[in-house]
């Protein structure tokens, strides 16, 4: 089904708005002067991330499998930006179940909502963990996924729901294979969080990170206001609908550069700690963005070193409240 050259929207629904890349989707979005509605259990996210916008956000605090609160969230949007997940590919190894039924189960009700509202328009964070272990470099949106982790089966689940619903109903889903998001916000206080948030937390600690095998597996550092514009224009791109984009920088690089990098920034010299591979990491990540460019207009505003810069820099500034 095509659509109009003309589509845009006034209202739009995040879920997992108040975590980090909801947040930033938020950010875009208000700066763009579209009314934002999140709906957020708080369960990884926090207020604290949306505190800045005031009552530019309509907050509903709950979970997205409560289908009555969601239906009533997603009345009136023309677009749901869904972000609301279990974002770490380890606790799904731990919690095959329990995370499927956030990440399969709370998609399938998003999906199903959107119908429901006459929502015209779901954009889905999925994952380049889809793509596995394939050697071949970069990673194409055309290549066949080979998941390796019950986390890229849910998020692979959750593209195959949206191509059907856009079949079977009409409803125009796009998904958005994102590389490794960073920047400001993402909380590092979990064993599961994104390595360069715990990595900038042990570089102001002056604590030795530890490094999950020998640090050479690389990946796509992305940063996270970029991936809120990659949403926006997925947001109101025409003739996109069924269809899967990468969001990714095109640029790779290997753990130890990575703390190298961050180590020199933070002026220390302290050599990580090396322990066994994590079970379903992947070797290698590199994301060719060719389709993005060509269909949503998308290239990165952000390369590595400025978006390291203000990750920097905030997350100094929250280490010195900590302090104070
Ligand atoms: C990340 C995302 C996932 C996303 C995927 C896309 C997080 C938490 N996970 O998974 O949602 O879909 O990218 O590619 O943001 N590492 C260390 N030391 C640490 C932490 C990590 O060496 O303290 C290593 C890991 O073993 C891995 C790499 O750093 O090799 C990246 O790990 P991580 O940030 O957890 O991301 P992914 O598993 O790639």
Known sequence: MAFSSEFNFS?????????????????????????????????????????????????????????????RAARGCEVIFHEAAVVSVTRTVAAPVETAAVND?????????????????????????VYGDDPVMPKREEMRPKP???????????????RLYHELYGIETVCL????????????????????SIFMTRAFTGEPPVV????????????VEDVARANLLAGVAPDISGGVFNVGTGTAMTVNDLWLSIARRAGIDAAPVYAPSRPGDI????????????EL????????????DITMA???????????
């Open 11 to 71: 209202r739009a629904l995040i879920t997992g708005g108040a975590g980090f890349i909801g947040s930033h989707i938020a950010d875009v979005l208000v700066r763009a002067g579209r009314q934002v509605r999140v709906i957020d259990n708080l369960a990884s996210g926090s207020l604290d991330n949306l505190a800045h916008l005031g009552d530019r956000v309509d907050f509903i605090h709950g979970d997205i499998r409560d289908a009555d609160l969601l239906l």
């Open 105 to 129: 189960m709370g998609t399938l009700q998003v999906l199903d909502t959107a119908r429901k509202a006459g929502v015209r328009r779901v954009v889905l964070a999925s994952s380049s963990a």
């Open 148 to 162: 390796m982790s019950p986390y890229a089966v849910q998020k692979l689940t959750n593209e195959h729901y949206a």
């Open 177 to 196: 294979r994102y590389f490794n998001v960073y920047g400001p916000r993402q909380d590092p206080s979990s064993p599961y969080s994104g390595v360069i």
């Open 212 to 223: 999950y095998g020998d640090g050479e597996q690389c990946r796509d550092f992305v940063f």
């Open 283 to 294: 070797r290698e990540s590199l994301s060719s963005i060719d389709r993005a460019e060509a």
């Open 297 to 308: 207009g998308f290239r990165p505003a952000y390369d590595f070193e400025r978006g390291i």
């Open 314 to 324: 905030w997350y100094r500034d929250r280490a010195e409240r900590k302090s104070t």
